[in-house]
């Protein structure tokens, strides 16, 4: 009896506990409370069990599920009482079999109150316990049924990591052959399209996907994945909510080909294709971040191949030269898997000739209509014909780029026609390309012959033809020919004047136009003509480089008779003298009794002679004969018949000659001559001319008494004589016949005394008469005057031994020069002096650097000349010393007085810099200069100091050309310099502008890594490309003048490309500061329950940004968005760490530092690539809820159970007792 009633309470209590248990649960919850336990249906089912250790009995009757906050539960603790109720604490559960237990037993199940026993008894089994009866008899066959779904709880389809190729727009089914995809959940489509169709997978490559994606499926549908958590509570066991670790992920990996072609042609605007023609390809609109340069092959196209599908712009980079480069940006719709075709026109580059005519020899612009020119191409086609208008010039149409050749075929009036072939190129479009043609005008000359009146060609006399001095008068206004409008002669104003070589001479060549000829001094012997002979030099075609006219130009010799009284007489002694009737005379130029030697010969040739060179007298009643007009010159006149056979011919000859125009010579003819007045006249040696200005003294010494002639007049006695006003000198009474010498004591003022005796005779019957009748005896002294000479040694600077010509010297009256002859003006001060061959007083030095001028006259005794050189070697310094030589005659024996001087040219300097806008040498440009014919004179490559060069002739124009500038420096524009007549040192400079470029940001701090092109407006062409460093980058192969646009084609990593810069080059230096604005991202992190996996909304938290891991330096804190449970960062470029400060109310801080990268690649969060979407980067950021820390016992039920196990204690007590 007291056993069964042992039994009874054992019994009992087991019971009681079991109960408890059963009444006693615990919910834990990542939350901000604690879970509740409680217990939920009946599930009809009993059982009896023992725990892992095989002690503790368990009794269940009548099983209730356990509900940990509403959501199954399950027991894990067989034999240990379950407490029902609040304040269980949530801890993890890590057994992965057990929750893979629930997960097939139950979530798998129909949830029926057996497949729940099932579980529970499958998971009492996996901790260790023991179920040994249970009125669950289909137990076997659920846990078979639960056990082959464990056994399968990894099984993957046959597809599984499969990878797939597509191409955008193509799709592929995948079949499950295993039969169990139908069980499988969407996770990531990978911007793909996807459908599932039971265990059937349909995928569509789209263009928006990567190339490379994945597909990803899971097993475990998401609400079940997880972490499984227990809840733990003092006095209770510890019931579990299952969730599976592992979601049974699958996945399909994807391929995207989505690549298109594009096919570039390249064409002109005559449809011809192109080749070697450069573009460049983005798929930005700015053309930042280029995708490459494609250049036209042969057949003017290229194909571009592995284009996103999607908008591809081009833009043109780089054209043949003869094109038009068209950098417009255009876009073109890549197409999948597709040609796409994009045909760029691009027109010639054309420009304008502008053809300017020049005189030649002026350079103006020859304003006058009509020059006709013809184009033609290299290939020689005519391709235009133009015309000048009325200024002189013409512009063509449009030409294209090339080459170009030209041909004057109808000159301009007044000129030559210029048949050289003129070329020019098109190079730039929109190019107006000045060409210039010079034609030489047409010049005119005037030849002049000199002729006799009378005979000819022939001179009369002893005069001569030759020597005549002639000017060239214009008759009007002569106007250049360019129809400028400048007058280069007024009418009747001397053009030019020349002294006859012979016969004949030639005035220069002169414009066209009217003038007349006139003679300014007759030659040796006749007559000045006062006759104007007018010529017109008028154009006669273009072919016809000089227009001749010829003048014979007809002077009258000089003329005058000679007449004679013939007397009788019966003896010398005889006092009267009777007429002598019929006596015959023959006068004869001397020049032919010189030729024959005797006047008796020269008489058998007369008809040699013109009529006016002889001539025969006889006298009448009164003795008297007169000659007719004899010709300039010295005549022997001779008795050739007496009247009467007995009067004896008189033997002597006489001689006169004609110098002046009616000149009469008159002779008195007897037989005996007792006596004589004496005439003296001086004559100028050299021009045979009476010396009209004089006051010459000579005395007369009678050779037979050896004494001079001593004469008394009045009270007084004359032994010296001297000329009068006129040259002339009469002694005052008459000497007797005999022999006397004429001694100069005193020369005329300007001239040489006559050193040596001067004989005459004073003869007895022939003599001449005076005017009044009275016998004559003419004596004639011929003086000579002293001359200058200028003797100029000329020397060039660094000649040495080498002879240079080319210095040309004008010789002027520094003085006025008297005539001493008859008192004129030979120069006035400023004349130009000829001298010789010498023309409008230029004199040029001989191949021995001497200039000689001889035969200056000095005046009256005093005469100044000057040199100044007008001309000199080119390279060389023109003098602009007036070089003086002033003579004075130191006595009158002195032929010749010579002055010497010297003078040196300087070559010309010219020093040549290089600098910058500071005045700042600069080394490394390569210089050029080139002359007036383009022709290059020097070549350097600068350093520090000037580069000097010597011998540039003067007032020539040079052109200075940087051919290559300085690395970092534009290159200048072309410098003119004209060189100056100094021996100064002359500077000229070319200064380079630098262009440099800073690249900073916000703050101002140097940028390095940004690309930058450098593009030129007008051409379009690169400049240059450079890549920005933190010094600052310096632009090169730019030139002056021209404008260009600065563009940022990448920008650093983490920074916004800015915009353009448009910059034109004048003449300073230009700094540009390109600032970056930083690349900035969002970065938004989801407060994300990990549980629920639903957002966090609601609940305030705080997350800050830190530079370094340990997340000691703060950057910044988030913005919160409660409302969607949000977390907002905007991150440069760089590297950060994101840390939770506060977590919203009820859920766990995390201590991890979430490591965020930002950079070109994209944003990684703790190394994972974040997909960017419509809405930015995101990530997920979970939070694990807090364990309760409350107890919600059943406080009843707990009570009631302990009295209970106290009635039971007290009656086992008294069993025993």
Not at 248 to 275: C, H, M, T
Not at 875 to 887: A, Q
Not at 893 to 901: A, G, N, R, S, W
Not at 1183 to 1195: E, M, V
């Amino acid at each position: 009896m007291k056993s069964k009633l042992k039994k009874l309470v054992i019994a009992l209590v087991a019971m009681l506990t079991a109960f408890t248990a059963m009444h006693i649960s615990t919910n834990i919850y990542a939350a901000d409370q604690p879970a509740t336990i409680t217990l939920g249906a009946y599930t009809g089912y009993s059982s009896t069990s023992y725990n892992a250790d095989g002690v503790h009995y368990i009794f269940n009757e009548n099983m209730q599920q356990i509900l940990i906050d509403g959501e199954i539960g399950f027991c894990v603790e067989p034999g240990i009482l379950l407490q029902p109720g609040s304040g269980f604490v949530p801890t993890a559960y890590d057994r992965r079999e057990i929750a893979i237990i629930a997960y097939e037993g139950w979530e798998k199940s129909a949830k029926t109150a057996a497949d729940y026993v099932a579980t529970q008894f499958m998971i009492w089994e996996a901790v260790g316990g023991r179920i040994t009866r249970t009125n669950f008899s289909d137990y076997g066959a659920y846990k078979a049924n639960i056990q082959n779904r464990i056994h399968h709880h990894f099984d993957k389809p046959s597809f599984d990591n499969q990878e797939v190729t597509l191409k955008v727009g193509e799709s592929i089914t995948l079949t499950d052959t295993k039969g169990i995809f139908k069980d499988f959940h969407l996770v990531d489509t990978g911007g793909l399209q996807v459908k599932k169709n039971g265990n059937h997978l349909t995928i569509t490559a789209t263009a928006s996907a990567p190339e490379k994606t994945t597909v990803q499926y899971q097993k475990i549908p998401s609400k079940y994945v997880g972490t499984s958590i227990a809840y733990k509570k003092a006095g209770s066991q510890i019931p579990v909510k299952f969730k599976v670790k592992d979601p049974q992920n699958i996945k399909i990996r994807v391929n995207v080909q989505k690549y298109g072609s594009l096919k570039l042609a390249k064409q002109d605007d005559e449809g011809n294709f192109v080749p070697n023609t450069s573009f460049q390809l983005s798929y930005n609109a700015d053309m930042s971040k280029p995708i490459g340069t494609y250049k036209t092959g042969a057949d003017g196209t290229v194909t571009i191949h592995q284009l996103l599908p999607q908008t591809v712009y081009v833009q043109e980079v780089d054209v043949p030269d003869h094109l038009v480069l068209n950098s417009t940006v255009k876009s073109i719709k890549i197409e999948p898997n597709k040609v796409s075709a994009f045909t760029q026109i691009n027109h010639w580059k054309k420009g304008k000739f502008q053809f300017v005519k020049k005189d030649a020899d002026t350079g103006k612009v020859i304003q006058l209509a009509n020059t006709t020119l013809e184009v033609y191409d290299t290939s020689g086609n005519k391709i235009k014909t133009v015309k000048t208008d009325k200024t002189g010039s013409v512009t063509s149409e449009d030409l294209k780029y090339g080459d170009y050749v030209f041909k004057e075929v109808a000159a301009p009036h007044g000129y030559l026609l210029n048949g050289e072939s003129f070329k020019g190129s098109i190079r730039e479009d929109g190019a107006v390309v000045t060409v210039e043609i010079k034609d030489k005008r047409v010049k005119g000359k005037v030849q002049i012959t000199k002729v006799d009146s009378e005979t000819g060609n022939a001179a009369q006399g002893d005069a001569s033809l030759n020597g005549a001095i002639y000017g060239l008068y214009a008759r009007e206004n002569i106007v250049d020919p360019s129809n400028d409008g400048v007058v280069l002669h007024k009418k009747d104003t001397l053009v030019e004047q020349i002294t006859l070589q012979g016969v004949e001479g030639s005035f220069s060549e002169q414009d066209l136009g009217k003038y007349y000829v006139k003679e300014i001094q007759a030659p040796q012997g006749y007559q000045l003509s006062k006759k104007e002979y007018d010529v017109a030099l008028s154009y006669e075609g273009q072919n016809v480089p000089v227009v001749l006219r010829e003048v014979a130009a007809k002077d009258k010799v000089i003329t005058g008779n000679v007449e004679i009284h013939k007397y009788c007489a019966d003896s010398d002694s005889a006092e009267v003298l009777k007429p002598e009737q019929g006596a015959e005379f023959t006068v004869i130029l001397k020049s032919l009794v010189d030729k024959y030697k005797s006047f008796e010969e020269a008489l058998k040739h007369t008809d040699e002679l013109s009529k006016r060179e002889y001539d025969v007298l006889v006298s009448d009643k009164n003795g008297y004969a007169k000659s007719k007009d004899l010709a300039y010159g010295e005549y022997v006149m001779k008795q050739t018949k007496t009247s009467d056979a007995d009067i004896l011919p008189l033997k002597e000859e006489i001689t006169f000659t004609i110098h002046k125009q009616n000149e009469q010579f008159s002779y008195s003819i007897k037989n005996a001559l007792t006596e004589s007045y004496v005439k003296i006249m001086k004559y100028d040696k050299a021009t045979q001319k009476e010396i009209t200005l004089s006051n010459m003294s000579f005395k007369v010494w009678d050779v037979k008494h050896h004494k001079y002639v001593s004469q008394k007049v009045g009270n007084k006695r004359i032994d010296t004589f001297t000329t009068d006003e006129k040259g002339q000198s009469t002694l005052p009474l008459p000497l007797k016949s005999g022999a006397y010498e004429l001694h100069e004591v005193k020369a005329p003022n300007g001239y040489l005394i006559h050193q040596a005796p001067i004989p005459f005779e004073v003869k007895k019957a022939v003599f001449e008469a005076d005017e009044d009748g009275d016998p004559i005896t003419v004596v004639k002294v011929y003086d000579d005057m002293p001359t200058g000479r200028i003797v100029l040694k000329k020397s060039f600077e660094a000649a040495k031994d080498e002879v240079i010509k080319g210095a040309v010297f004008q010789l002027t009256a520094n003085s006025e020069i008297i005539n001493p002859r008859n008192g004129s003006v030979i120069y006035h001060k400023g004349d130009k002096v000829n001298v010789g061959q010498a023309e409008n007083g230029r004199y040029e030095i001989n191949e021995d650097g001497i200039l000689d001028i001889a035969g200056l006259p000095l005046g009256i005794g005093k005469a100044s000349y000057a040199l100044q050189e007008i001309e000199t070697a080119d390279g060389y310094v023109l003098s602009d010393k007036k070089i003086v030589f002033d003579f004075e005659m130191k006595d009158d024996t002195t032929k010749e007085y010579v002055l010497k001087d010297s003078i040196e040219n300087k070559q010309t300097i010219v020093e040549i810099t290089k600098e910058d806008t500071k005045g700042k040498a600069i080394a490394g440009a390569e210089i050029q200069v080139f002359d007036e014919k383009d022709t290059l004179v020097s070549e350097w490559k600068t350093s520090q100091a000037p580069h000097t060069i010597k011998g540039l002739a003067v007032g020539k124009k040079y052109r200075l050309h940087e051919k290559e500038a300085p690395l970092g420096y534009a290159q200048a524009k072309d410098v003119y310099f004209t060189i100056e007549n100094t021996e100064k040192v002359q500077s000229v400079a070319m200064r380079d502008i630098q262009v440099k470029v800073r690249k900073v940001d916000e703050a101002g701090k140097a940028l390095a890594n940004a690309r930058f092109i450098v593009t030129d407006t007008k051409t379009k062409q690169i400049v240059d490309r450079f890549t920005s460093d933190t010094k600052g980058n310096v632009v090169k192969h730019l030139i002056e003048g021209h404008s260009y646009i600065l563009q940022e084609v990448e920008a650093p990593n983490g920074y916004v490309p800015a915009d353009p810069v448009e910059f034109t080059l004048k003449d300073k230096d230009i700094t540009i500061t390109v600032e970056n604005k930083p690349l900035k991202i969002e970065l938004q992190l989801v407060k994300i329950d990990s549980d629920t996996k639903k957002p966090i909304v609601s609940k305030q938290f705080v997350f800050q940004a830190f530079a370094d891991k340990e997340c000691r330096h703060k950057l910044a804190d988030a913005v919160i968005d409660t409302k969607k449970g949000t977390a907002a960062f905007t991150f440069r470029y760089g590297k950060y760490w994101v840390k939770e400060i506060q977590a919203p109310s009820g859920y766990q801080v995390r201590d991890d530092a979430i490591e965020v990268t930002v950079n070109e690649k994209g944003v990684f969060v703790n190394g994972e690539a974040l997909r960017k979407t419509e809405q930015g980067y995101y990530f997920h950021f979970e939070n694990t809820k807090l364990p309760a820390t409350s107890d919600h016992t059943n406080l009843p039920l707990f009570f009631a159970s302990l009295i209970i196990s106290l009635f039971a204690f007290v009656l086992i007590i008294r069993v025993k007792r």
